[in-house]
């Protein structure tokens, strides 16, 4: 929604609930999720989730640029608790945790917005920048490679992602792997 005035409370939480089962259903079902699927598991009407949403390509993205933002604050915060090597390889985790978790809404965004969507080019610079800060921290302070750059890291969390889709139990052993290796030699 564009406007410039405010949603008002019931408005909002009309909004987030639409948010919370797009969330839902685009990870449960890709690009296969209807807008009446969603405005039924979020309890509203299909012209109160018109009203805050034109189409699915629109609601998919504000709900992907949502989660992206998020990942990254909870990256910024990370700095404020761990020292900087801690810092980074507990965000390495995080962004892990969540494609491994969230795997049917990175692909609907592929498949629905296309890979040279803005909304997918914006939410690579989100990501790209939050790793960058933490990753230059952790380098600063010797805990990791100086020669790694933020597209390393995202590829080789990506890579992890799939190599575990078949061996769940393996990811943990695998990103352990990536982090040492993302450290000095000795």
Same mark, same amino acid.
């Given at each position: 929604?564009?406007?410039?005035?405010?949603?008002?409370?019931?408005?909002?939480?009309?909004?987030?609930?639409?948010?919370?089962?797009?969330?839902?259903?685009?990870?449960?079902?890709? %690009?296969?999720?209807?807008?009446?699927?969603?405005?039924?598991?979020?309890?509203?009407?299909?012209?109160?989730?018109?009203?805050?949403?034109?189409?699915?390509?629109?609601?998919?993205?504000?709900?992907?640029?949502?989660?992206?933002?998020?990942?990254? %604050?909870?990256?910024?915060?990370?700095?404020?608790?761990?020292?900087?090597?801690?810092?980074?390889?507990?965000?390495?985790?995080?962004?892990?945790?969540?494609?491994?978790?969230?795997?049917?809404?990175?692909?609907?965004?592929?498949?629905?917005?296309?890979?040279?969507?803005?909304?997918?080019?914006?939410?690579?610079?989100?990501?790209?920048?939050?790793?960058?800060?933490?990753?230059?921290?952790?380098? %600063?302070?010797?805990?990791?490679?100086?020669?790694?750059?933020?597209?390393?890291?995202?590829?080789?969390?990506?890579?992890?992602?799939?190599?575990?889709?078949?061996?769940?139990?393996?990811?943990?052993?695998?990103?352990?792997?990536?982090?040492?290796?993302?450290?000095?030699?000795?």
């Amino acid at each position: 929604m564009n406007d410039a005035r405010p949603l008002r409370a019931d408005a909002r939480r009309n909004r987030e609930k639409v948010m919370v089962a797009a969330r839902a259903a685009f990870t449960e079902h890709g %690009e296969k999720a209807t807008l009446d699927d969603i405005a039924r598991r979020a309890g509203v009407g299909p012209g109160t989730l018109y009203r805050h949403f034109a189409d699915r390509e629109t609601l998919l993205a504000e709900v992907y640029r949502h989660d992206i933002e998020g990942l990254a %604050e909870r990256g910024r915060a990370l700095s404020e608790q761990y020292p900087p090597g801690e810092a980074f390889a507990e965000f390495l985790r995080m962004e892990f945790d969540y494609i491994k978790a969230k795997r049917g809404l990175g692909t609907a965004v592929k498949q629905m917005l296309g890979t040279g969507s803005s909304t997918l080019i914006e939410c690579k610079g989100v990501m790209r920048d939050a790793i960058g800060d933490l990753l230059g921290r952790a380098q %600063e302070a010797g805990a990791i490679r100086k020669e790694v750059e933020p597209d390393d890291v995202l590829r080789l969390v990506h890579g992890v992602v799939m190599a575990t889709e078949s061996a769940p139990d393996m990811a943990d052993r695998l990103l352990g792997f990536v982090l040492d290796g993302l450290r000095p030699p000795a």
